[in-house]
Every structure is written in C-alpha cells, then in structure tokens.
C-alpha cells in the first residue's frame, strides 16, 4: 500500500490531468486507495495482475477492472469473487 500523502498526491495528479482511470500497479492498491480515487471520480484498474488469487483480491479492494496478461485467469478469479 501507499501512504495518506502519496495516495492523494496520485490522486491531485490524475486529476490535475482529467483522467477518468488511474491504473497503479496493483501491490500499491488496497481498499482505501480505491476508496478515495473513486470519491474523486476516478475509476482504478491496476496493473497487470497475472496470478488467480492476486487479481481476486484485487477484486475485493473494489476496483473498476484489472490489466492481465492472462484473461482466461481473469475470468477464473471474477468467478471465485462472485461466489
């Protein structure tokens, strides 16, 4: 995870620049991240998250949508999420 400070300085950035979609690479995600990116309008899809049970809990932390190299993983993790 990321500190409070660099959390919202991405955040001021990303937003300085009209973004609509931060995409950190996902070991700097976690729930309050997502939280505050999505209270400033912007959608989170972290990058590239290739192993099942990293992208399901990137699921968890609430974000938009992963980057993988794998998709059929990808569809594999979203299942187990859902159940």
Known sequence: GLTDSVYQKAIDMAKSHKAQIISPYYMYVDREFVHRANEAQLEVIPWTINEIEDITAMYETGVQGVI???PLRMKKALEI???
């Open 81 to 83: 999420y859902r159940n």
């Open 68 to 70: 993988s190299d794998y």
